[in-house]
């Protein structure tokens, strides 16, 4: 069963806070993603990975960076966060199959993220 | 570029009812569609694909390319249905998904 863990479910941080967001997945998938969840928005994708050390921009990247320096850890990073940034923020992974192949994306619980 | 539209935020049908959630896309290529659902305090998991053409807890889906559609159907809504729905894209040779906006399903007892 794969799991997806975040490191946080709930985070409080103040505005100019630099703000790290962990995720670890546990079956040796090659991609990763990143994702902010908000009423009204839907899931929107900021960044995501595949492979170690590979990152790729999505659609709301500013703001916002990632590491991936082993293959079953992913982070998100805040360099300085602001209100604007206070939402759910999903991990997810999924197994690099045959190009544009039906591999099932598996998500973590969600890290809400609160910037006073 | 890709969009995925669901045009119900929210939904409300009594149990027993026949269920729809509606989802349109607009893609130049060959999507892969997706249904994702997460019910209360659970994370975000796959219902059913496309390509499997298979029924998931009732629920069934087929991708219309005439229409561009995939809408959610279920003929008898359960109360355990009741959840917040996520329509999702992946373009062709793409490893990401593109979600729309989701439609919060509510079932009625």
């Known amino acids: 069963d794969v799991k997806v863990t975040q490191s946080s479910r709930y985070l409080v941080k103040r505005t100019g806070e630099k703000v790290f967001l962990e995720c670890v997945q546990d079956m040796d998938h090659e991609n990763m993603f990143w994702y902010r969840q908000d009423p009204g928005l839907g899931l929107r994708l900021i960044y995501f990975?595949?492979?170690?050390?590979?990152?790729e921009k999505g659609d709301i990247p500013e703001g916002y960076s990632v590491s991936r320096e082993k293959k079953e850890r992913f982070s998100l990073i805040l360099e300085s966060a602001s209100t604007n940034q206070t939402s759910m923020y999903l991990c997810?992974?999924?197994?690099?199959?045959?190009?544009?192949?039906?591999?099932?994306?598996?998500f973590g619980p969600g890290t809400r993220l609160t910037v006073l | 570029a890709q969009r995925v539209t669901q045009p119900e935020k929210l939904l409300s049908v009594f149990k027993g009812a026949p269920v729809e959630l509606k989802c349109n896309y607009s893609?130049?290529?060959?999507?892969?569609l997706f249904w994702y659902v997460q019910y209360s305090r659970q994370r975000l998991q796959l219902l059913l694909r496309h390509i499997s053409r298979e029924s998931i807890k009732g629920f069934t889906a087929d991708l219309n390319k005439g229409e561009t559609s995939f809408h959610l159907k279920k003929p008898f809504a359960q109360e355990e249905d009741s959840a917040m729905y996520y329509c999702?894209?992946?373009?062709?040779?793409?490893?990401?998904?593109?979600f729309g906006t989701g439609t919060r399903l509510t079932v009625i007892p």
């Open positions: 999702a894209l992946r373009k062709a040779g793409a490893n990401n998904l593109f």
């Open positions: 997810a992974s999924r197994v690099m199959g045959l190009a544009g192949g039906s591999n099932e994306q598996f």
């Open positions: 990975s595949y492979d170690v050390k590979m990152k």
């Open positions: 893609y130049s290529g060959s999507p892969e």
